[in-house]
């Protein structure tokens, strides 16, 4: 059952941040209005509809794991006494119901409404609202006492920040996925995205530094440095800080390499398609570099942290 926990808790993390931030890049990145706007496209309504119904079905699956973990057994978990004690007893109840009522929410607009921005921005809304509440279903709201608010400040900022990117990046892979070199509006609003999100993503990098850092003094500290080559625990955050670099690398080529080249290419459909293979490629690599992440927090989330052993 704790697999299923970790799993679960690993799709909560992906579909929030698609819905969240993919939704925001609807709204910042891409043209408002013209063939190449996330309104007049399809696949982007698909695609939070998409996260936003999976969020929903990860969010209760994901309280009744958790819940069978507390009480022994899934029978014993889907029993009314021990989910009403989960709901009123237990953080995770309330936020489990936070996350689900929006993923709800955010599905029934996505498709009772006509896409265009009220729709990115009710549904980047709920998604924030989806993103924020993970923070009761990790460490970042177990902390007591002096500091408490601090550490999840912290952390919900942590989890905006990633839910940013990573919408970005999921966006960014099926622009270019479906890119083609002969369209001409198509690649230049790519482009444009792509070379509008430079300053954006070192903003996220440095939040996602800081409250690391924050994250890690309350889960680390001091004391925990040692056991970050002997634990589990300190195994697998350094092993995300690995991966984490490497993102910045990938993000480094895109931004000083790959998106030039485009650039450069626009008027020239075989050289643009050679440059849109190249980011297509990179982007992938992010991607999967961003889910081996979320994995590894899914995992973190339920293991002691050093600052406790
Ligand atoms: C691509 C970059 C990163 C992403 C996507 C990311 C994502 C996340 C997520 C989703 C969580 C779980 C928060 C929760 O459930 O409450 C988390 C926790 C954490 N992150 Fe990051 N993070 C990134 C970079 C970093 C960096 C650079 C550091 C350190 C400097 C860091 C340190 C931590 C720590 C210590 C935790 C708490 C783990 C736990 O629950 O015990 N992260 N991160």
Redesign the pocket.
Known sequence: MEAAVVVL?WVQ?AAS?VLAGGALFALYALPARGPSSAAAMAWPRRVLAGSAAILLLATALGLSAQTAVVAGSLSAALAPATLASVLTDMAMGPASVARGLSAALALGLLLAKRPGTPAWVASSSLGAVATAS??W?????ATEGAGSLIHLAA?IA??A??AV??GAIVFFLILARLADGTDADGLGAFHDALAGFSGIGSAL?AV??A???V??GF??GMAGLPGLFTTL?GRL?LL??L??AA?LVLAAANRFRLTPALRGALDDPDRAAAAVVALRKSLALETGA?LA??AL?AW??R?A?LSSL
Do not use: C, E, Q
């Open positions: 808790r993390y941040f993970l923070a279903m990790g460490h970042g709201a952390d942590h989890l920040a990633a990117w990573i990098v996602l530094l409250t690391g850092l994250n890690s889960l680390v625990y955050l995300k800080l991966v984490f993102m961003a992440v979320l927090v973190l989330g293991l942290p």
